[in-house]
């Protein structure tokens, strides 16, 4: 199977390295990468050509006038020689592992249409059934969707006359034909999706929108319509006209903010060599300049301090490395840095995660109605190996988080005020993150945020504890109870949010 990758690009310098780094890991998977420029004035051509030195796959460059996205991705399916074609905009990129996957899957039934699932820092797009109604949303085709090149020659290319949404528009059309399309889902996360961009332009998109109806109403009335009265219905939440609760975009969260929380984020560090460079750079990228990042190794045989040295070197951002004399453990170690943090809220790191979108955006937008509280999330759960996808969902039943623990560190983030009533961690804590989960689930003013923010990575070196014998984790949960009852009984008389 020769898979077909096409990007479009217009000043797309700063974005394109995330999706660079997915390529290059599975290289050997890819038959071209096919890029189509039209007239970028910054370094992204230079920033392409540099990447394609020892790649397994050939990369294509095409330039073209500045005519829109749509005709930028028709030209890419023109030149492909690939059988699949992928279409991944510059700041999309597929998840890891999730090539691979597609590729074995794609060979075995050769489907016309391939797809999964699309993760993005606002939702999760992407139902089994591909016309499902769930699916007729604007920008949730291509990104996630493989598809056959014969299939573009028989229902048409993208609609370059659409401005906005003509995939969406290619997707009513690809309806009118589904009994002839062998069409295969993936339940599985496949790629990050970034929203926004020119989809956000109200006027280009209403009329985008009109023409889809005025061409598809007829042949696919219930589709079209639904898709209608659903961004009819976005452009009135974004119109404030009514008042609902919701997450807005990041560049909108701080605009009539009178205080911004700055935020120290603690990771502690032992033998993360292999990950920890991606994992620096998805936090890096979301600090603001009042933000500190403090890093406290505990005392690893490996690389992983060269790593954190070298991210140090080149980034402007405040960023402090500690070493431990001697292994302390990570509870410990945590506990160290939090007491190093100056900042209003204590932001908890693993070493070897992804964080997705502006998860510390959504972290400061909560923060500011939960002042005293602690802000958690639901996570896409990301195997190493395999790229077994799954939701690790919190939750605040103290007997489940007894019996087995939902609460993971790297979910939490929380006032550092309100944390340190709790410390020191006692002794008899091994892993802080169910210390504290149990004493989140009796804290009133939690916030569970929804939506997935960061790939929490589960590998065969994660430093959890989690083989022990059934006769250790009795006498570990019996140890927590007590020691949490009596934390609590001291603490009384202190807020609990």
Same mark, same amino acid.
Request: proline letters at 4%; glycine letters at 4%.
């Given at each position: 199977?020769?898979?077909?990758?096409?990007?479009?690009?217009?000043?797309?310098?700063?974005?394109?390295?995330?999706?660079?780094?997915?390529?290059?890991?599975?290289?050997?998977?890819?038959?071209?990468?096919?890029?189509?420029?039209?007239?970028?004035?910054?370094?992204?051509?230079?920033?392409?050509?540099?990447?394609?030195?020892?790649?397994?796959?050939?990369?294509?460059?095409?330039?073209?006038?500045?005519?829109?996205?749509?005709? $930028?991705?028709? $030209?890419?399916?023109e030149h492909a020689s690939?059988e699949y074609i992928a279409?991944?905009?510059?700041?999309?990129?597929? +998840?890891?592992?999730?090539? &691979?996957?597609?590729?074995?899957?794609?060979?075995?039934?050769?489907? !016309?249409?391939?797809? %999964?699932?699309?993760?993005?820092?606002?939702?999760?797009? %992407?139902?089994?059934?591909?016309?499902?109604?769930?699916?007729?949303?604007?920008?949730?085709?291509?990104?996630?969707?493989?598809?056959?090149?014969?299939? =573009?020659?028989?229902?048409?290319?993208?609609?370059?006359?659409?401005?906005?949404?003509?995939?969406?528009?290619?997707?009513?059309?690809?309806?009118?034909?589904?009994?002839?399309? @062998?069409?295969?889902?993936?339940?599985?996360?496949?790629?990050?999706?970034?929203?926004?961009?020119?989809?956000?332009?109200?006027?280009?998109?209403?009329?985008?929108? +009109?023409?889809?109806?005025?061409?598809?109403?007829?042949?696919?009335?219930?589709?079209?319509?639904?898709?209608?009265?659903?961004?009819?219905?976005?452009?009135?939440?974004?119109?404030?006209?009514?008042?609902?609760?919701?997450?807005?975009?990041?560049?909108?969260?701080?605009?009539?903010?009178?205080?911004?929380?700055?935020?120290?984020?603690?990771?502690?560090?032992?033998?993360?060599?292999?990950?920890?460079?991606?994992?620096? @750079?998805?936090?890096?990228?979301?600090?603001?300049?009042?933000?500190?990042?403090?890093?406290?190794?505990?005392?690893?045989?490996?690389?992983?301090?060269?790593?954190?040295?070298?991210?140090?070197?080149?980034?402007?951002?405040?960023?402090?490395?500690?070493?431990? @004399?001697?292994?302390?453990?990570?509870?410990?170690?945590?506990?160290?840095?939090?007491?190093?943090?100056?900042?209003?809220?204590?932001?908890?790191?693993?070493?070897?995660?992804?964080?997705?979108?502006?998860?510390?955006? &959504?972290?400061?937008?909560?923060?500011?109605?939960?002042?005293?509280?602690?802000?958690?999330?639901?996570?896409?759960?990301?195997?190493?190996? %395999?790229?077994?996808?799954?939701?690790?969902?919190?939750?605040?039943?103290?007997?489940?988080?007894?019996?087995?623990? @939902?609460?993971?560190?790297?979910?939490? $983030?929380? !006032?550092?005020? =309100?944390?340190?009533?709790?410390?020191?961690?006692?002794?008899?804590?091994?892993?802080? !993150?169910?210390?504290?989960?149990?004493?989140?689930?009796?804290?009133?003013?939690?916030?569970?945020?929804?939506?997935?923010?960061?790939?929490? &990575?589960?590998?065969?070196?994660?430093?959890?504890p989690s083989h022990s014998?059934?006769?250790?984790?009795?006498?570990?949960?019996?140890?927590?109870?007590?020691?949490?009852?009596?934390?609590?009984?001291?603490?009384?008389?202190?807020?609990?949010?």
């Open positions: 199977m020769r898979l077909s990758v096409i990007t479009p690009i217009y000043n797309s310098a700063h974005l394109l390295f995330k999706l660079i780094n997915a390529l290059e890991s599975d290289s050997d998977l890819i038959y071209e990468w096919i890029v189509v420029d039209s007239g970028s004035t910054d370094s992204s051509i230079a920033t392409i050509m540099a990447s394609c030195y020892n790649l397994r796959y050939k990369t294509k460059v095409i330039q073209q006038p500045k005519e829109g996205p749509y005709k $930028a991705m028709n $030209a890419g399916i690939g279409i991944f905009n510059s700041d999309d990129y597929p +998840l890891s592992g999730s090539l &691979r996957q597609l590729h074995t899957d794609i060979s075995r039934s050769f489907p !016309d249409v391939y797809y %999964g699932r699309v993760v993005s820092c606002n939702q999760i797009i %992407g139902s089994r059934n591909f016309f499902h109604w769930s699916n007729f949303r604007m920008n949730n085709i291509h990104p996630a969707t493989v598809v056959k090149k014969s299939v =573009y020659h028989s229902i048409g290319l993208y609609d370059s006359s659409i401005c906005i949404a003509a995939d969406l528009d290619w997707y009513l059309r690809c309806k009118r034909v589904s009994s002839h399309l @062998s069409i295969q889902y993936n339940q599985n996360y496949l790629v990050y999706y970034t929203p926004g961009g020119i989809s956000s332009q109200s006027p280009q998109s209403f009329a985008g929108m +009109l023409l889809i109806l005025r061409k598809n109403l007829f042949s696919a009335p219930l589709s079209t319509l639904y898709s209608f009265l659903l961004y009819l219905w976005s452009l009135l939440l974004r119109s404030g006209f009514f008042k609902i609760s919701y997450v807005p975009s990041p560049s909108h969260i701080y605009r009539h903010s009178t205080h911004i929380p700055s935020l120290s984020i603690v990771m502690a560090t032992y033998n993360g060599a292999e990950y920890i460079h991606e994992q620096l @750079s998805s936090i890096l990228d979301q600090m603001s300049p009042n933000d500190e990042l403090l890093i406290r190794d505990d005392f690893s045989n490996d690389a992983t301090i060269f790593h954190i040295t070298e991210a140090i070197q080149k980034t402007d951002m405040s960023v402090t490395l500690t070493v431990n @004399s001697m292994n302390l453990g990570p509870s410990k170690t945590f506990e160290l840095l939090i007491n190093e943090a100056k900042n209003d809220i204590i932001v908890f790191s693993d070493q070897d995660d992804i964080w997705l979108g502006d998860r510390l955006g &959504r972290i400061r937008y909560f923060s500011r109605s939960y002042t005293a509280s602690v802000f958690n999330s639901i996570y896409v759960s990301v195997a190493d190996v %395999g790229s077994t996808f799954a939701i690790c969902r919190p939750t605040r039943n103290i007997i489940r988080n007894i019996i087995k623990p @939902s609460f993971i560190g790297c979910h939490i $983030a929380i !006032d550092r005020r =309100y944390l340190q009533q709790f410390l020191p961690f006692p002794r008899s804590v091994y892993m802080y !993150d169910m210390y504290l989960g149990i004493i989140l689930s009796i804290t009133k003013s939690v916030k569970f945020d929804s939506e997935p923010s960061m790939l929490y &990575r589960r590998h065969d070196n994660v430093f959890t014998s059934l006769l250790n984790k009795v006498i570990w949960r019996f140890r927590y109870i007590v020691t949490i009852i009596f934390v609590l009984t001291r603490r009384w008389k202190g807020s609990f949010g």
